[in-house]
């Protein structure tokens, strides 16, 4: 059985296709011995999968809002040996942008998340400059097929990334950089109902000074270009891009049982479509004889594997292998 939305492996469980909640979810999914583990209070972030739309602010192919943005396919001519697994992590350590796991808080901002923590990791790949970029001014100032906390496409904040640059800057009060994240994370980082998210998006504005008082640059000068922003149309190009270059941007259908994910190798196991969602690919690896994408989310630390997932790879796991883009730096960093 498999969804429309999303061309990737579903495993068919008699009576659970719309479960309620989560405990009938991860019930269903740890008895069905499918290669991944559900906590069934969803790693105490969300108590019904209703809970989760509200961050899947990614439009996809099929909604309304969805663009064709057209970029540029990635082109190399370096010839690539992949090995059988890869963590940038490890690959380069100096990036400690790479592993950082954000929290997006109650906005649907995901698609400027993934984009930004792509943009931010490339650039140290290709610089060495270990410099974190604000989310802040991705969500709320690239606003060409996007909306804020209502949606966007990681593509479209690629490409301003390119057209326009992105200030520095940090999660909420952080005073990092120019630019700190305007929306303040849940009570001991639970999602909602737990605690009130509405007050999210009227502060999410496009502003051309920094927030940060203390920063010694001004908004203008501090605002940093990529040389290009490109997509990946090849699952097979995936490996070689993502260790010349760096991280991607991708997006992917988040069904009612991935909130639930803990450990092990995600494939779409039970309930229904919640929404598009955009995250970091970061690698890949194999686990158990399954082929596996090492994805990087932005719902904390707190969530799934330490902030990460591990999904199917090679099958198109929920759309993960057809909305892929990132952006290309030179050596020395492009200041507008």
Not at 120 to 145: I, L, N, Q, Y
Not at 165 to 189: N, S
Not at 270 to 284: F, T, Y
């Amino acid at each position: 059985m498999k969804s429309a939305l999303a061309a990737g492996v579903m495993v068919a469980v008699a009576g659970a296709e719309q479960p309620g909640d989560f405990k009938t979810i991860a019930a269903v999914i740890n008895s069905a011995n499918v290669g991944w583990t559900a906590d069934p209070d969803a790693s105490g972030r969300f108590d019904t999968p209703s809970d989760v739309q509200l961050f899947l602010g990614t439009w996809q192919k099929g909604d309304p809002k969805w663009r064709d943005i057209r970029l540029p396919e990635y082109n190399t001519t370096a010839q690539v040996v992949v090995p059988t697994s890869f963590d940038p992590r490890t690959q380069w350590p100096e990036c400690s942008v790479i592993g950082k796991v954000r929290n997006q808080a109650g906005c649907g901002s995901c698609w400027a998340f993934g984009a930004t923590e792509s943009f931010e990791s490339s650039r140290c790949v290709a610089t060495g400059e270990d410099t974190e970029f604000s989310t802040d001014d991705t969500a709320a100032c690239s606003m060409r097929f996007s909306n804020g906390c209502n949606g966007g496409q990681p593509s479209a904040a690629n490409e301003w990334f390119a057209s326009h640059g992105v200030v520095t800057g940090g999660g909420y009060e952080t005073k990092v950089g120019c630019m700190d994240y305007v929306c303040a994370p849940c009570a001991e980082g639970l999602y909602p109902p737990k605690c009130p998210t509405s007050q999210c998006s009227p502060l999410l504005k496009c502003k051309t000074t920094c927030n940060n008082g203390d920063y010694a640059k001004d908004y203008k000068s501090d605002k940093t270009k990529a040389v290009s922003a490109f997509s990946v149309n090849s699952a097979s190009q995936i490996p070689s891009v993502l260790m010349t270059n760096g991280p991607l941007a991708v997006a992917f259908t988040v069904y009612a049982d991935f909130p639930t994910y803990k450990s092990g190798v995600y494939q779409h196991t039970s309930g229904g479509v919640l929404g598009g969602h955009a995250v970091a690919m970061q690698g890949w690896g194999t686990e158990n004889g399954k082929e596996y994408w090492l994805v990087k989310n932005s719902w904390t630390a707190k969530w799934g594997d330490e902030g990460y997932f591990k999904i199917l790879r090679g099958v198109n796991e929920c759309g993960i292998e057809s909305d892929v883009s990132g952006t290309h730096h030179n050596a020395v960093a492009v200041v507008v």
